[in-house]
């Protein structure tokens, strides 16, 4: 009864105080989990995205002018001339010593402008445009044959598929496009007609595979089809190439990396002269650029869920220690009606206990349906299956700063309420 009778008294003069501990926490177990579920996504994909050394592509049969960022872009008789070669060509023909390369894969990427990602959704175009809005619908889809992209699939470690002559599969691994395409493969609809020639589906889902490196799934479509399929030379839209380096030492290869990542390496410049456009990925510059921002935002994640964490167990506690001081007298009470300090200690015990629970307990509660919506929110960037890993360490950081208090703060009051000898 006198537990009750304390919690009480404290419910009745902390109502907004508590709510603002409430919520604090609420921010803390939601900021934390849902940021190292981020980075523990980021990196596990890291390490997926990037099975090799180096990405490279170009763009195929330039035409005599295009429009890039809103421009027109005018080409000349060389670039012209040399989209219609192999990236393996233009890098011998501009003096790279094809030596510092390995596991060299080149495989084209074809579109076909009668096959869009409306012509793709079909009678489900509208239900689509309802749901995703700002989707570009005139994407003309990328078409690869299964031979080529086994080969890259077989270089990466990944899955690789086959198709009899008259099937496709859809590949797509980035999570939101991944579940619009599956509505359409999962229903009766689901043919295509590629290079004049009738596809169905051999599959009633995407299947998981990509071709480009990237930080993460993002994969938005890529339609194998059979190596039957009647795709022209006009059809291609690029060349792609993936390698790794010919050296197994860390400056061997940073040497070769350089070759193709600095401004003023010999290679880039004579590109430049010619005005010959590749554009590359290399394993080194998405790690960099990934593992700094999985930094920045694990530092913003834990200062901002630390601070909320320790403002609202200081609050409780300075709370607590006052209460304690003014109600000494109480316990002083106590002990003349007969009970020991035993029962004494155990009910203030309780009381704190209850105190500093409540508040968390609340949180959590709250806590599970914010990080729910924290990870929809990041879609394609962190996975609920980091979920698991991040909560521990959330339950952790909170375990020994939150217990730490509440130690401190049992301790504290009964030194405050020991009886003086």
């Known amino acids: 009864m006198f537990v009750l009778r304390q919690i009480n008294n404290k419910i009745n003069t902390m109502v907004a105080s508590m709510s603002v501990i409430c919520l604090m926490l609420f921010m803390t177990i939601s ?72 596991d060299m894969v080149e495989i084209p990427i074809y579109v076909s402008n009668e096959l869009t990602w409306s012509d793709f959704f079909g009678s489900k175009l509208e239900k689509v445009k309802a749901k995703f809005p700002m989707l ?37 691994d980035f999570a939101s496009m991944e579940e619009v395409r599956n509505e359409v493969l999962a229903g009766g609809n689901n043919s295509l007609t590629i290079a004049g020639k009738q596809y169905k589906t051999k599959y009633n889902e995407c299947k998981s595979g990509f071709i480009v490196m990237s930080t993460s799934h993002t994969n938005t479509g890529i339609i194998l089809v059979p190596d039957t399929c009647p795709l022209t030379e006009d059809m291609k839209e690029m060349y792609f190439l993936a390698a790794n380096y010919n050296d197994d030492t860390e400056e061997g290869k940073k040497k070769i990396e350089e070759l193709f990542s600095k401004d003023d390496s010999a290679f880039i410049q004579s590109l430049d002269k010619k005005g010959l456009d590749i554009e590359g990925l290399t394993k080194t510059r998405i790690m960099e650029g990934s593992i700094g921002i999985a930094t920045i935002v694990t530092f913003i994640a834990i200062y901002l869920g630390v601070i909320f964490l320790i403002a609202s167990s200081a609050i409780l506690a300075l709370k607590q220690l006052t209460d304690s001081s003014d109600n000494k007298q109480r316990y002083t009470i106590l002990r003349k009606i007969g009970c020991d300090e035993k029962m004494i200690n155990r009910a203030l015990f309780r009381q704190i206990g209850i105190f500093f629970g409540v508040p968390l307990v609340l949180s959590i509660i709250h806590s599970i349906f914010g990080i729910q919506f924290a990870i929809k929110l990041m879609l394609g960037l962190a996975s609920e299956k980091d979920l698991l890993p991040s909560a521990i360490a959330t339950v952790v950081i909170i375990g020994v700063i939150y217990g730490a208090y509440f130690l401190a703060t049992y301790f504290g009051s009964k030194n405050i309420i020991k009886e003086e000898e």
């Open 31 to 102: 900021i934390l989990s849902s940021s190292l579920a981020l980075r523990n996504t980021m990196g596990r994909e890291l390490v997926e995205m990037t099975p090799v050394d180096l990405n490279l592509y170009k763009t195929a049969n330039l035409p005599d002018s295009y429009m890039k960022y809103e421009r027109e872009v005018k080409t000349t008789e060389a670039q012209r001339e040399d989209s219609k070669h192999s990236i393996k060509e233009t890098l011998k023909n501009n003096g790279l010593d094809m030596n510092v390369l390995k």
């Open 136 to 172: 570009a619908y005139d994407t003309v889809e990328e078409i690869v044959k299964i031979s080529d992209y086994n080969k890259i699939a077989k270089l990466y470690g990944i899955e690789q598929y086959e198709l009899k002559d008259d099937e496709y599969i859809m590949l797509c």
